[in-house]
């Protein structure tokens, strides 16, 4: 089964701060990745698939890069409604699907 | 526009059964797989299985396989999730999601229902 770990596990920023977030599979998935944010309380949403492309209505602040193993989700200038957990989620390999454990951002 | 509405919150013993639903709406309800994702308190997702409606195909992930039981009814756009016999340990929110299938972008979940919280305590 591949793997996916994410880095770190929670990260504290302010509101107009550029973070970064990675994910990394244990073996290499091609593009096949996504991201969701999930707030509390909230299901996940979907904001970013096949590594980079952004899914509609979803903020352009949003970039994701990567491929084989390494991934990354970017947030250009956070804004307060960013504050959330992500989850990567590989998709290389149907039916199977695997999520990070979530990366907490909190406000500083 | 698509919607996925769960049924409610539960509140079981240890060794009740029960069958939480699922109900796609505003797209092609047979066209699409549905998932099931578990999200314990204060922890990540855990995908457990999906299901395609057009004809019941179901595939489980290992972690859920004999664990729980997927099923459709696509004569009125539900999907379903069941347990035969609740332990303390399946207390969870549960989520349904659409799985969108591309050739050239894998597959992800687009769509989420609400969430049902399922509660199993004596």
């Known amino acids: 089964d591949i793997q996916m770990t994410q880095s770190p596990s929670s990260v504290s920023a302010s509101v107009g701060d550029r973070v970064t977030i990675t994910c990394r599979a244990s073996?290499?998935?091609?593009?096949?990745l996504a991201w969701y944010q999930q707030k509390p309380g909230k299901a996940p949403k979907l904001l970013i698939y096949?590594?980079?492309s952004l899914q509609s209505g979803v903020p352009s602040r949003f970039s994701g890069s990567g491929s084989g193993t390494d991934f990354t989700l970017t947030i250009s200038s956070l804004q307060p409604e960013d504050f959330a957990t992500y989850y990567c989620?590989?998709?290389?390999?149907?039916?199977?699907?695997?999520f990070g454990q979530g990366t907490r951002l909190e406000i500083k | 526009e698509v919607q996925l509405v769960q049924s409610g919150a539960e509140v079981k013993k240890p060794g009740e059964s029960l069958k939480i639903s699922c109900k796609g709406s505003?797209?092609?309800?047979?066209?699409?797989?549905i998932g099931w994702v578990r999200q314990m308190p204060g922890k990540g997702l855990e995908w457990m299985g999906i299901i395609y409606p057009g004809d019941s195909d179901t595939r489980y992930s290992p972690s859920f396989q004999g664990q729980v039981t997927i099923s459709a009814d696509k004569s009125i756009s539900t999907a379903y999730l069941q347990w035969s016999s609740l332990k303390a340990s399946d207390t969870a929110m549960y989520y349904c999601a659409r799985l969108r299938i591309a050739a050239r972008s894998g597959h992800y979940f687009d769509y989420w229902g609400q969430g049902t919280l399922v509660t199993v305590s004596s």
């Open positions: 073996q290499g998935i091609s593009s096949w």
């Open positions: 989620q590989q998709a290389n390999s149907f039916p199977h699907i695997t």
């Open positions: 505003g797209y092609s309800f047979t066209s699409y797989w």
């Open positions: 096949a590594a980079s």
